[in-house]
């Protein structure tokens, strides 16, 4: 008889506990110096690593402060043109998608 299937079946058996050992592990509270160091990153990075969800106003703010106010507008129309364009496109294919598909 060969010593591998033992030996899988016993790992089989350990690695779950093993598992479920570390993931009930308290976690280490942030020392002084990591909360300081979190304390001193800017807020969209801080934003980020608790994977908060940026809201549209935060985005057009951030969005006017690095291009200025005009330019940014200028940004969201064209960007705005350019989505209604791609979306009468779909629309437009998917009607003759719709109409070659029921003549058969």
């Known amino acids: 008889m060969s ?6 079946a016993l790992l089989m058996m350990a690695l779950p506990a093993a598992a479920e050992a570390q993931s009930t592990a308290p976690a280490r509270p942030p020392a002084a110096d990591d ?7 800017p807020p969209q990075e ?40 791609l979306y009468d496109q779909v629309l437009k294919q998917s009607e003759g998608l719709r109409g070659s598909g029921s003549s058969h």
């Open 46 to 85: 801080l934003r980020a690593m608790r994977h908060e969800q940026t809201r549209e106003d935060d985005v057009r703010r951030l969005e006017d402060e690095r291009f200025g106010e005009e330019q940014a507008k200028r940004l969201r129309s064209q960007q705005k043109d350019e989505v209604d364009q």
């Open 3 to 8: 010593w591998r299937p033992s030996l899988v």
């Open 35 to 41: 909360r300081q160091e979190l304390q001193s990153l």
